[in-house]
Nanobody
């Protein structure tokens, strides 16, 4: 079992920055992909950024150049640095993890473990 605990959400004005953290507990050393998803009210959950155990990253087009995913393997923590935030970035952000390798990284069905979510609100 793996438990994921997110932190770092909050409210910020447009153009501001936030850094989210996701700590993995339990059987976490076999995790291959960790990813950040977000879900705005009335919308489907969408993938934002993902990182594999080798540090290879993938980003959704909507956040490329503004969001950056990184990991600290010693701390078993993944981070999402969000810069130049826009009101449309407002959503609940979720951390997700999977042991699987050959999976679509932005498909929610690829992930077995999910955090409880952390809210990000960006005002104009």
């Amino acid at each position: 079992q793996v438990q994921l605990v997110e932190s770092g959400g909050g409210s910020v004005q447009s153009g501001g920055s936030l850094k989210l953290s996701c700590a993995a507990f339990g059987y976490s050393y076999s995790i291959y992909y960790m990813a950040w998803f977000r879900q705005a009210p009335g919308k489907e959950r969408e993938g934002v950024a993902a990182i594999d155990s080798d540090g290879i990253t993938v980003y959704a087009d909507s956040v490329k150049g503004r969001f950056f995913i990184s990991q600290d393997n010693a701390k078993r923590t993944v981070y999402l640095q969000m810069n130049s935030l826009k009101p449309e970035d407002t959503a609940m952000y979720y951390c997700a993890a999977t042991f699987s390798r050959a999976v679509p990284v932005f498909d929610i069905r690829s992930y077995t473990y999910w955090g409880q979510g952390t809210q990000v609100a960006v005002s104009s």
